[in-house]
């Protein structure tokens, strides 16, 4: 997607891993049957509209690994946003807002939906992205005011 005339623009897409099984080993975790459909839904939708080019991160669990893989595009791991990361971790993972393009983030809540918070609030809270969806933030600047937008939310039940 093309940036405004003159202005930096970073999108953020947040991808929280979809359905898995319940277990002990949190990290080993792996998607359920529909979980797997989930994945393969967002991704297909991910990949009709995506912005190009797009860095795509995801966290080193076996679920969200399996959730990016959906994907079918290059990805890197990165252990510093699982799934006790912190707001702070995420951001220094993406360059928000400074990286010029496009960062999808495949990850995990609570760390997801704090960060969407403090991003479009200005304060971190306790927001919930439901399993499999994806949020899609871009900053911009506008006649020099930083600005955070709320591009779309789309959750897997919306998709055929």
């Known amino acids: 997607m093309p940036a405004f005339a003159g202005e930096a623009r970073m999108d953020l897409l947040l991808w929280r891993h979809a359905e898995a099984e319940e277990g002990e080993m949190d990290f080993d975790r792996a998607l359920t049957a529909r979980g797997e459909k989930q994945a393969k839904a967002m991704a297909k939708w991910i990949r009709q509209h995506q912005p190009k080019p797009l860095r795509v991160i995801a966290s080193p669990t076996v679920r969200t690994q399996q959730t990016v893989a959906a994907l079918e595009l290059p990805f890197e791991t990165n252990r510093k946003i699982g799934p006790d990361a912190c707001v702070s971790e995420l951001i220094a993972a993406t360059g928000w807002p400074t990286t010029r393009g496009a960062v999808l983030l495949v ?54």
Do not use: C, Y
């Not at 919930?128 to 600047?141: D, E, F, M, Q, S």
């Not at 779309?152 to 919306?158: E, G, L, P």
């Open 107 to 160: 990850g995990h809540q609570p760390s997801l939906g704090r960060l969407a918070a403090l991003l479009l609030s200005g304060q971190e809270a306790e927001w919930t992205i439901k399993k499999g969806a994806l949020w899609w933030l871009t900053n911009r600047v506008r006649a020099g005011e930083n600005q955070t937008v709320l591009r779309t939310v789309m959750s897997t039940d919306f998709l055929a």
